[in-house]
């Protein structure tokens, strides 16, 4: 449009009333399907052309950082009283004066007062930074310690220590609690190895930087023989933009495991734009925009990630989880495959291939993957992944009707971890399925269940291997749990249908068998429409 090259006078001049009513109305059909960054430029045209219209100013600033438009939202943001910016555009004036190394211009935003959330709690975060960065450690380390104990940023605390320990090259007293942050981290594990590896490393302490890697699992190997060349993995956390970044990075996960909903996307844009660097923060925003529907925009941003980078495979492994969720088998199976062909492929790389193969339901080259990553893991004595690796093997050889390879893998991953629920569930349910053993997997399934009594799909199996065993009202009152866990488990409520109908509640399993055609697909959705237009028989009961 025109109107977005105008300045605020000429644009307030010639934008109409009508003009504006449409402008807004394409800026929000653009937002509702996705393309956040033209709806940000149609509404800062709205803004410049109606600049006493605050709200108008503050929808395109919201637009404009969920975008990533950043010149945009902070132009955008000088146009807002400060009580009424929105956190994250705090966040971003805060970034920004970061960025340009001058923190103690940031401080005032934090504080600003307002409708939106109070980010105080990070003052302690940049106050310690700022000092570490102008060399006064004591500084630093007397702002970390005086974090109350009731604070947001209390359990990242000891991490932000140790990394400011470790830019003095205190390495012995950050190891107990670069130790302690691993032991904490989540899906953060991986980068935080790194970043402490470096530390240790920059510091000339080899022996730790080797110590902190240990048990990283896939990865390990490349990154002792890194340590060994004396060569950092570029993840260090040395400075206050990688600080501030990480925490707000680290802000956003615990708020999408905790609440198991996405975080808010500004956030996420606000933590990349302060380190452009942190490819973990990148491939969070990578989901994140893929969960709105803003798939080549997430691809896009993947790619950005350089081949050589710590961690591409966890770039990778994102690539191909939303590629797979598209459809777009091709696309993501040019992704492993070349990672998998690759010098140095590693147990990721293998492990990914198999998934990709699964998701196009080529079972048996899936699970000659998933063979080539169990052998990697063997080698390097990567236990911890290797029973997840058998079973993922064993599940690729079942769908290809090769139950007793399935079932030999199986054995090998209990060998390794005998009480894994998921592994016990398998095998028991597998074996049962086919008539098996009967007691002995019913005896594993409820083992399972016990080990995991909130898991519904274990809950499940042990109600059908009750149903199985001529359990009936035993069976439908553990099936009815597992339906309260997960009623939109196709399978659970067919399994629930099936023994409501034998027990000669047939109303009741009309019920189950509708609602478990809500999510039923393939096999479950033609067995469950004939069993509502006939009712049970042997050819349509479930396995």
């Known amino acids: 449009m025109a109107a977005l090259a105008l300045s605020p006078a000429s644009a307030s001049a010639r934008l109409t009333v009508s003009d504006a009513a449409r402008t807004y109305v394409q800026a929000r059909a653009a937002s509702m399907v996705g393309d956040h960054a033209r709806a940000a430029q149609l509404l800062a045209s709205l803004a410049a052309a109606q600049p006493d219209e ?21 132009k955008l943001s000088h146009g807002v009283p400060a009580a009424s910016l929105p956190s994250d555009a705090r966040l971003l004036l805060v970034a920004e004066e970061i960025r340009r190394g001058r923190p103690d211009r940031a401080l005032p935003w934090l504080g600003a007062s307002g409708q939106s959330g109070d980010l105080t709690f990070l003052a302690p975060l940049i106050t310690a930074w700022a000092a570490a960065d102008r060399g006064d450690v004591n500084q630093a380390l007397s702002a970390i310690d005086q974090v109350p104990p009731n604070s947001l940023l209390a359990p990242l605390a000891p991490e932000e220590k140790a990394f400011i320990l470790l830019k003095f090259k205190r390495t012995a007293e950050a190891e107990p609690l ?51 060349a004396g060569r950092t993995s570029a993840q260090a956390i040395d400075n206050l933009p990688k600080a501030l970044g990480e925490v707000l990075t680290a802000f956003s996960a615990d708020l999408a495991r905790l609440q198991r909903s996405a975080p808010p996307i500004g956030l996420v844009q606000v933590a990349r734009y302060v380190n452009p660097q942190n490819s973990g923060t990148t491939a969070l925003l990578g989901l994140l925009l893929a969960g709105q529907d803003r798939t080549d925009e997430a691809l896009t941003l993947l790619r950005t990630v350089p081949a050589n980078d710590a961690l591409i495979s966890q770039v990778r492994d994102v690539q191909t989880r939303i590629l797979t969720g598209e459809k777009r088998f091709n696309e993501a199976y040019q992704v492993a495959a070349s990672a998998a062909a690759a010098p140095g492929a590693d147990v990721s790389d293998y492990s990914r291939l198999g998934d990709v193969f699964q998701a196009m339901k080529r079972h048996a080259q899936a699970a000659d993957a998933y063979g080539r990553a169990v052998i990697f893991a063997r080698a390097q004595n990567l236990k911890s992944e290797l029973w997840t690796l058998l079973l993922l093997r064993a599940s690729a050889l079942e769908d290809g009707n090769r139950w007793p390879e399935a079932k030999q893998a199986l054995s090998q991953a209990l060998a390794i971890a005998p009480d894994e629920p998921l592994l016990l569930n ?90 478990a055609l809500i999510s039923a697909e393939d096999d479950i959705a033609t067995r469950v429409k004939a069993k509502l237009a006939s009712g049970l028989t042997p050819a349509n009961a479930a396995p």
Do not use: C
């Open 426 to 515: 398998f095998m028991g349910y597998g074996q049962l399925e086919r008539g098996e053993n009967l007691d002995t997997s019913e005896a594993m399934i409820r083992r399972a269940s016990e080990l995991a009594p909130d898991d519904a799909s274990i809950t499940d199996s042990l109600g059908w291997a009750q149903f199985k065993r001529g359990k009936v009202t035993e069976a439908i009152a553990t099936l009815q749990k597992a339906a309260e866990k997960d009623p939109d488990q196709a399978e659970i409520q067919e399994h629930l249908g099936d023994a409501l109908f034998k027990s000669g509640r047939r109303y009741e399993a009309r019920f189950a068998w509708n609602a």
């Open 54 to 74: 605050v709200e108008i100013a503050k929808k395109a600033l919201t637009e404009a950082i969920g975008a990533g438009r950043m010149d945009l939202a902070l």
């Open 178 to 228: 670069a130790r302690a942050a691993v032991g904490r981290a989540g899906a953060r594990e991986q980068r935080l190895r790194l970043a402490f590896a470096d530390g240790f490393l920059a510091s000339g302490d080899k022996a730790r930087a080797l110590m902190i890697i240990e048990g990283m699992g896939a990865g390990e190997a490349v990154a002792r023989q890194r340590i060994a």
